[in-house]
């Protein structure tokens, strides 16, 4: 039984940081390319940054240079660094594991940027 568990979300003022955690069981995590998406009322999923199997990395561009993502093997585990958070940040976020034709999203965690 494949779950992916997000956490780490919360009410945070503009300029604030947090980080996010994906903890995964059921698969084999080293052998899934993992992504954190982005869900807001009304609109399609849109994906915040992306971690593959050798770890490279890629970001959106509202991302750049404000998120980091990671992944720890050994953990099972993702994270998202956010900082600079800015209300238009405010979203659930999603985990997202792929391998070919196999993708596992967890429930996410909502993220409110607001005075």
């Not at 993708?103 to 607001?114: E, I, K, L």
């Amino acid at each position: 039984h494949v779950q992916l568990v997000e956490s780490g979300g919360g009410l945070v003022q503009p300029g604030g940081s947090l980080q996010l955690s994906c903890e995964v069981s059921g698969l084999t995590f080293s052998g899934y390319n993992l992504a954190w998406y982005v869900q807001c009322p009304g609109e399609e999923r849109g994906l915040v940054a992306s971690t593959s199997m050798a770890h490279e990395t890629d970001y959106a561009s509202s991302a750049k240079g404000r998120f980091t993502i990671s992944r720890n093997n050994r953990r099972s585990t993702m994270y998202l660094q956010m900082t600079d958070l800015k209300p238009e940040d405010t979203a659930v976020y999603l985990c997202h594991a792929r391998r070919g034709s196999r993708a596992f999203w967890g429930q996410g965690t909502q993220v409110t940027v607001a005075l």
